[in-house]
């Protein structure tokens, strides 16, 4: 099986991320580069809304950091996707 570098689009994902309000916290998703994030369990596709799994660079000269989907089917479905087949949709399990 070929594995194929990740499409550009997935150098960026949304984080769960605390906002002071004058009512209290707020959570809200904001979009930011892989790079700069640490892993976390409140992350998802900027797209789809899919759970997603961080790959961090391994070597010098290696794939940049980047996330991967979880799920085959939202890969299949979303425009970042590895396995995209040309129908973009939002996930079906979004992480909310």
Not at 23 to 28: K, N, T, V
Not at 57 to 64: L, V
Request: glycine letters at 6%; one cysteine or more; aromatic letters at 8%.
């Amino acid at each position: 099986m070929k594995i194929k570098k990740p499409d550009e689009r997935m150098y960026v994902c949304e984080v769960d991320t605390a906002y002071q309000t004058n009512s209290g916290i707020e959570y809200r998703w904001k979009k930011v580069d892989v790079e700069l994030t640490a892993n976390t369990d409140r992350a998802r596709c900027a797209y789809c809304a899919g759970s997603v799994k961080f790959h961090r660079k391994q070597k010098a000269n290696g794939t940049a950091d980047h996330v991967e989907h979880r799920s085959r089917q939202d890969s299949e479905n979303c425009m970042g996707g590895h396995y995209f087949k040309g129908e973009h949709r939002r996930s079906q399990n979004p992480v909310e």
